[in-house]
C-alpha cells in the first residue's frame, strides 16, 4: 500500500459558542474562541489517499486530479469564509476543526472512489502551527 498526500491552505473564520450555554460556560469550555466577534485561523489542510500505483501509469492516483478535487469540493466553499454562518455543509454544526474534518471526509471519500481506484485514508486540519486533528473515517 502506497500513501500519497495533498496539501492545501485556506483562512477562515469561525466562533465556537453554544447559544443554550451561559457566557461563562462557553469561556470555560472555548475560551478565546468564544470571542464575540470570532477569530481567524490560516488553516493547512492535508489529505492523504492510498492504493496500489497503477501498472501503466505509476500512480495511486493523480495527484493534480486530487489537488483539484479538493479544490473544488472544499477550498472554494471554505476559504474566506465565516464558517459558522457561510458554509453550506456546517450549518447546525459546531465549527471546531474535529467536525470539519469529520465533514471534509463525507464530502471527499465519495469523490475521489468515484475517479479512482485509490481510497481516502485520513483527513488533517492544522488550525496552528501547534494544534492539529486527524480523522481515519471511523465512527
Request: charged share 30%.
Amino acid at each position: 500500500m502506497v500513501y500519497i498526500n495533498r496539501k492545501e491552505h485556506f483562512n477562515a473564520a469561525h466562533r465556537l459558542y453554544k447559544d443554550d450555554w451561559s457566557r461563562e460556560k462557553n469561556r470555560e469550555i472555548y475560551g478565546v474562541c468564544a470571542n464575540d466577534f470570532g477569530h481567524g485561523h490560516d488553516f493547512e489542510l492535508i489529505v492523504t489517499v492510498k492504493g496500489h500505483p497503477d501498472p501503466e501509469s505509476g500512480f495511486v492516483m493523480d495527484m493534480k486530479k486530487l489537488g483539484d478535487l479538493i479544490k473544488e469540493e472544499i477550498i472554494t466553499r471554505v476559504h474566506q469564509r465565516d464558517l459558522n454562518t457561510e458554509v453550506d455543509f456546517l450549518k447546525g454544526k459546531q465549527p471546531t476543526c474535529e467536525v470539519l474534518v469529520m465533514e471534509f471526509w463525507k464530502i471527499l471519500a465519495p469523490k475521489i472512489a468515484a475517479i479512482s481506484q485509490a481510497r481516502l485514508h485520513a483527513v488533517k486540519l492544522y488550525e496552528t502551527q501547534k494544534n492539529f486533528v486527524e480523522y481515519f473515517g471511523e465512527e
